[in-house]
C-alpha cells in the first residue's frame, strides 16, 4: 500500500535516511523502534510531507507520491501527532468534526453526514461525554484518544502515529494500543507508529521495523527479531529478552544496577 524506494533525506546536510526502500502493506499493524536521531519520525514525513526535501520515490497505493493532491492524499492518509498545536481552543467535538474537511468541497460547510459520522466516532471511542470540553482542558490519555477520532473521522486506510506514547502514563499507553489494535483488526487499516516502548509494540503489533542511523538493521515479526542481540546494535546496551508467560510475546527486562 506505500512503498519508498531509495529514499533519502537530509536534514543541514546530515543524512537522516539513505537509500531506504521498504513496503508497507493493507492491514498491518507495524511500530518503528530505534533510538533517537534513528529516523523513525523522519520516515513518517516521507510519506506524507510536500514540503520535505527528499530523494528517491514514495508510492501510494501504487500512484507515486507527487501525483496526489494534498487534498486526496489527505483521504489516503491520516496522521495522528503527539499533539496538536492550535492557535485557537476549540471543543472536542469541532475538532474531531475537522477530519472531514478534506470532503467539503469550495465553500460547503459540514453536512448532516459528516455530523453523524463523528457521533458514531465519538461513540465508539467513548467521548460522547467529553465533546462539549474544551481541547485545554482534557488530560494527556484524552487528547490522545481525540487526535485518534479526528484520524478516524478522515476515513483513510492508512493512519501513522508520531511517538505514540509521548507523556503518557502505563494506563493510557495500554488504553491507546488496545483502541489501535481493535481498529486495525476492526477496519484492516495499515497502522505505522513510532514507539520507544519495545515491550507494548511487542505485544500489540505484527511488525516491527528497527532502524539506526537511517538504516533499516531488523525487519520483521517480534518474536523473530527482538532479541537481545538486535536491541545491543540497535541501542548499544545489553539487554535481557524473556518470553512473556502470558502472551509468549518477547519482552525487554532491564539488567538492574549489580548486573555484570
Same mark, same amino acid.
Given at each position: 500500500?506505500?512503498?519508498?524506494?531509495? &529514499?533519502?533525506?537530509?536534514?543541514?546536510?546530515?543524512?537522516?535516511?539513505?537509500?531506504?526502500?521498504?513496503?508497507?502493506?493493507?492491514?498491518?499493524?507495524?511500530?518503528?523502534?530505534?533510538?533517537?536521531?534513528?529516523?523513525?519520525?523522519?520516515?513518517?514525513?516521507?510519506?506524507?510531507?510536500?514540503?520535505?526535501?527528499?530523494?528517491?520515490? &514514495?508510492?501510494?497505493?501504487?500512484?507515486?507520491?507527487?501525483?496526489?493532491?494534498?487534498?486526496?492524499?489527505?483521504?489516503?492518509?491520516?496522521?495522528?501527532?503527539?499533539?496538536?498545536?492550535?492557535?485557537?481552543? /476549540?471543543? #472536542?467535538?469541532?475538532?474531531?468534526?475537522?477530519?472531514?474537511?478534506? /470532503?467539503?468541497?469550495?465553500?460547503?460547510? /459540514?453536512?448532516? $453526514?459528516?455530523?453523524?459520522? #463523528?457521533?458514531?466516532?465519538?461513540?465508539?471511542?467513548?467521548? &460522547?461525554?467529553?465533546?462539549?470540553?474544551?481541547?485545554?482542558?482534557?488530560?494527556?490519555?484524552?487528547?490522545?484518544?481525540?487526535?485518534?477520532?479526528?484520524?478516524?473521522?478522515?476515513?483513510?486506510?492508512?493512519?501513522?502515529?508520531?511517538?505514540?506514547?509521548?507523556?503518557?502514563?502505563?494506563?493510557?499507553?495500554?488504553?491507546?494500543?488496545?483502541?489501535?489494535?481493535?481498529?486495525?483488526?476492526?477496519?484492516?487499516?495499515? $497502522?505505522?507508529?513510532?514507539?520507544?516502548?519495545?515491550?507494548?509494540?511487542?505485544? /500489540?503489533?505484527?511488525?516491527?521495523?528497527?532502524?539506526?542511523?537511517?538504516?533499516?538493521?531488523?525487519?520483521?515479526?517480534?518474536?523473530?527479531?527482538?532479541?537481545?542481540?538486535?536491541?545491543?546494535?540497535?541501542?548499544?546496551?545489553?539487554?535481557?529478552?524473556?518470553?512473556?508467560?502470558?502472551?509468549?510475546?518477547?519482552?525487554?527486562?532491564?539488567?538492574?544496577?549489580?548486573?555484570?
Amino acid at each position: 500500500m506505500i512503498s519508498l524506494l531509495k &529514499v533519502s533525506v537530509s536534514y543541514q546536510q546530515k543524512k537522516v535516511l539513505e537509500d531506504l526502500s521498504i513496503d508497507f502493506h493493507k492491514g498491518e499493524f507495524c511500530a518503528l523502534l530505534g533510538p533517537n536521531g534513528a529516523g523513525k519520525s523522519t520516515l513518517l514525513k516521507a510519506i506524507i510531507d510536500f514540503q520535505l526535501e527528499k530523494t528517491g520515490k &514514495v508510492f501510494i497505493s501504487g500512484k507515486e507520491f507527487h501525483n496526489w493532491s494534498r487534498q486526496e492524499l489527505a483521504k489516503q492518509i491520516a496522521i495522528i501527532p503527539q499533539d496538536f498545536q492550535l492557535q485557537f481552543d /476549540y471543543t #472536542v467535538e469541532d475538532l474531531v468534526l475537522m477530519g472531514r474537511f478534506p /470532503y467539503l468541497g469550495r465553500w460547503q460547510n /459540514y453536512t448532516n $453526514i459528516d455530523k453523524k459520522k #463523528v457521533e458514531q466516532i465519538l461513540m465508539q471511542l467513548d467521548l &460522547v461525554s467529553l465533546k462539549s470540553k474544551l481541547y485545554s482542558q482534557l488530560s494527556g490519555g484524552e487528547r490522545r484518544r481525540v487526535s485518534i477520532a479526528r484520524a478516524l473521522a478522515q476515513e483513510t486506510q492508512v493512519l501513522l502515529m508520531d511517538e505514540a506514547f509521548a507523556n503518557l502514563d502505563i494506563n493510557h499507553q495500554l488504553e491507546i494500543m488496545q483502541l489501535l489494535s481493535e481498529i486495525n483488526r476492526e477496519h484492516n487499516k495499515l $497502522i505505522i507508529l513510532v514507539s520507544h516502548n519495545i515491550n507494548l509494540a511487542s505485544e /500489540y503489533c505484527e511488525r516491527i521495523v528497527m532502524l539506526k542511523e537511517g538504516i533499516v538493521i531488523a525487519d520483521g515479526a517480534p518474536e523473530n527479531i527482538v532479541n537481545s542481540e538486535n536491541l545491543k546494535e540497535l541501542y548499544n546496551a545489553d539487554l535481557k529478552i524473556i518470553k512473556n508467560p502470558i502472551s509468549g510475546k518477547p519482552n525487554l527486562i532491564y539488567p538492574g544496577k549489580n548486573a555484570n
